[in-house]
């Protein structure tokens, strides 16, 4: 096990990382902000890789399919909040989950409905379309390097909105103390559709982003929402800078562990929330 | 003496008469509808494997008129989900309550297992068109089950042998559960014997397809050759990764079910990609091209494998029915006839080993265009050793 091939599995986890943390901001955002356990938010990541899939033959550019799709994704984020989402804030955990898991089966009876079972694919754009040698045998392909640049911008936005701009400290006082903040003449249940609406347009764009590396097919939503999930609850609920560390946590441990112990490797990152909850038991850090 | 009234004894007559008529109907040649039962998925990631192999079964049963030896075949149709655990309660449903004649199914080995084990428990006869379980024809092989599609053991074989021409030493890739396990042994034990070496079994965690790190170590091994089993959409993301990652040069690709139906969407990534299977497109074979265009005219679509081990099920139905001239009573005549049954497939020559699973050619494949065309026979007549099984 030499240097350089650690570093390159580091690479491919740092990616990986990456990705999960768009998943899972989103889904902190929704947990942390309004309380609400969004199961469907799997769905969400499927819905924007199907978007992606239907969008890229009529738009022909990967740029002008994530914008619409981005303001797809925004709009039917508000109207489930509206129609659904907003009568559970003061409903029990277990009724939310009982709504979100009926989503979830709602969505993929659509998906089915509408598009069909068969696994999909969407191409890398042109002008990604390359690799860079690593080394005389393997190289890496430049989209994915692209899709970790932009994950970071996704994240450095997301600070800045929630820590430097007013709808942030908005957002973050709504998290603190709802009925506090209507007191204050702040118009809550927008402010909390918007919060909504960024979760589901965070998953989509995840959805968008990494179609063209990955199988749109049924069911990917599931795998994905479980492993949001472990970093939601190792970063800690509500946290966006832990759902980042955590995502890194998850991903070196799920990379780590193939390279290292492939047979227990399915472990990995149960093993690893189960250590951190032992550890800490609200996750890293506090929202 | 008692005396019986008149009426009383027009009624024991008439009843008497009743039963005789009944014994006798009761023994005659069942004339009525043949039951089918078909468990397959109708929902789910599996469906559209489901759909293929019940079109290609009843495509069978409508070329011969709606019949078999006879009779009328009359389907009873469930959705498996390809959820084993409702197998059971499913496969009872179809053998006591609709009371079939055949159980068919299923797609999914978990599920095809359980099947398996009811069937045997209530000798009702069985032929999987999918499921490629090594126990289903191996230690839990049964008379009464058969099998018309293969045994993960036997595309890996061939591929082992494909592979063998070129290279000497390969790596294999798969998700750690029985069906790639079952399906690398096949790949080492053909490998080996076409004087190749496997060097090393890379496996991740069923059914997680995030590759990279193991494409990464792959490439430091750096074998001649790889060799991959991962099913589904699992399928497309795997060529696609294998190629971004440059290895589709340096390293070639070689699998069995690895392009089948997901030629489309995995593209450029997979073009020239070489596999084994039992099935192609192109086999100059008469019967298959007449399957072809059978197939297309009768549902407007192409046949692919899964919709041949549909048909060739019906076929070997047909075989054991034929014998007993449609008397499904005579279930021993019936079972002897299957199992010394020597069918004309699309596939090609199509017969039964001892433990049920099917004795076939393999055919090599390259992937050209949205086709795996195939370039030659690599083993003719492969049977699997099935060591497991006491028959």
Known sequence: MDLPLILIQALNAVQYGLLL???????????????????????????????????????????????????????????????????????????????????????????????????????????????????????????????????????????????????????????????????????????????????????????????????????????MLIVSFVVVIVGGIGSVWGALVASQLIAFADTFGKVFVPDYAGMAIYIVMAIVLLWRPEGLFKS | MIRISLRRRTLQCAALLACATLAVAAHAQPTGPIKVGLMLPTSGTFADLGKKVASGFKLYVTENGGKLAGRLVQYVELDDESDPSKANENANKLVKRDRVDVLIGTIHSGVAMTMARVARDTNTLMIVPNAGAAEITGSMCAPNVFRTSFSNWQPGYATGLLAARKHKTAVTISWKYAAGDESVRGFREGFEKGGGK??????????????????????????????????????????????????????????????????????????????????????????????????????????????????????????????????????????????????????????????????????????????????????????????DCKL
């Open chain 1, 21 to 223: 943390f768009l998943v899972a901001s989103g889904l902190t955002l929704i947990f942390g902000v309004m309380g609400v356990i969004n199961l469907a938010h799997g769905s969400f990541y499927m819905m924007g890789a199907y978007l992606a899939f239907s969008l890229a033959p009529l738009t022909g550019n990967l740029l002008a399919t994530i914008v619409v799709g981005l303001l797809l994704s925004v709009l039917i984020g508000a109207l489930l909040e509206w129609a659904l989402f907003a009568h559970l804030y003061r409903r029990n955990h277990l009724q939310q989950v009982l709504l979100t898991y009926g989503l979830i089966l709602i969505f993929e009876s659509l998906r089915s409905r509408f598009i069909g079972d068969d696994v999909h694919s969407v191409s890398v754009p042109a002008w990604l379309d390359f690799s860079i040698p690593l080394g005389d045998v393997m190289t890496y392909p430049a989209y994915r390097l692209f899709m970790s640049a932009v994950c970071l911008l996704v994240a450095a936005g997301l600070y800045l909105l929630i820590q430097r701009t007013r709808l942030g400290s908005q957002i973050r006082a709504g998290a603190a103390n709802r009925e506090m903040v209507q007191v204050l003449g702040i118009n809550i249940d927008w402010v909390y559709r918007l919060v909504f609406a960024l979760g589901v347009a965070l998953a989509a764009f995840a959805g968008m982003i990494n179609a063209p590396v990955t199988a749109v097919a049924p069911g990917m939503g599931m795998s």
């Open chain 2, 198 to 387: 496997v060097i090393k079994d890379l496996h991740l965690p069923f059914p997680n397809v995030e590759f990279q790190p193991l494409l990464t170590e792959l490439a430091t091994i750096k074998p001649e050759a790889a060799y991959v089993f991962v099913a589904g959409a699992g399928q497309v993301k795997f060529v696609k990764d294998y190629a971004a990652a440059g290895l589709k040069n340096s390293i070639p690709l070689y699998g069995a079910f690895i392009t089948e139906g997901t030629l489309e969407a995995q593209g450029e990534a997979a073009s020239g990609l070489q596999t084994a299977l039992h099935y192609a497109d192109g086999l100059k074979i008469p019967k298959n091209e007449a399957f072809i265009t059978s197939y297309q005219k009768t549902y407007n679509a192409a046949p692919d494998v899964f919709a041949v081990q549909g048909y060739d099920a019906a076929q070997l139905f047909a075989a054991g029915l034929q014998a007993v001239k449609g008397d499904t009573r005579k279930k021993a005549e019936m079972i002897k006839a299957m199992e010394d049954a020597k069918l004309e497939s699309p596939r090609g020559p199509l017969s039964f080993s001892k433990s049920r699973n099917p004795i076939q050619d393999m055919y090599a494949r390259v992937a050209t265009g949205n086709r795996n065309v195939m370039t030659d026979v690599i083993v003719k007549a492969l049977a699997d050793p099935s060591p």
